[in-house]
């Protein structure tokens, strides 16, 4: 007996998939570098939704720190993200990996990085995401849009007192 813990020996072919989306901000790298490293401003734009319980946040900004996000939508079913930073570089990049799950059932694993490039007063930011979908769906674009949608959340975060 193993004390390794292994995925389901049944489980479907994982999908792999990468994208990339770009996004124009007004604010300086500064500011948008600090709505990804401050934990009370990325727990209001990119944990918090109208609908969702949070069970858990914990967030250690740092290369080698982790976030750890349990939440539920309308009270179905716990989804977890684990996540962990494995490079930040103030102002400029912040990469990532982590891994989504319902309940203890890991469904996607993800390496991320985003960079962040001055662009007149304000900020050229890319999002590129590596994905590897383990429960057999194929809903990187899913995935993607979801990424579209939290960084317009992050521009009304941006725009707010701050």
């Not at 962990?84 to 990532?96: K, S």
């Amino acid at each position: 007996m193993s004390d390794i813990a292994t995925a389901d020996a049944d489980a479907r072919a994982a999908l792999h998939s990468t994208f990339q989306v770009e996004r124009d901000y007004p604010q300086s790298p500064s500011r948008v570098f600090r709505a990804f490293a401050d934990k009370e401003m990325v727990r209001r734009w990119r944990v918090e939704d109208e609908g969702c319980e949070i069970h858990e946040f914990t967030f250690d900004f740092r290369i080698g720190g982790r976030e750890l996000s349990r939440f539920s939508f309308a009270g179905g079913p716990e989804i977890r993200l684990d996540a962990e930073f494995q490079d930040i570089v103030p102002d400029q990049r912040i990469v990532f990996a982590y891994r989504m799950g319902v309940g203890s059932n890991p469904f996607s694993a993800s390496l991320t990085t985003i960079e962040l490039t001055p662009s007149g007063t304000g900020t050229h930011l890319t999002y590129t995401e590596q994905v590897a979908m383990l429960d057999g769906s194929d809903s990187a674009r899913g995935r993607e849009e979801g990424c579209r949608q939290l960084l317009e959340k992050l521009a009304a975060e941006l725009d707010g007192p701050g």
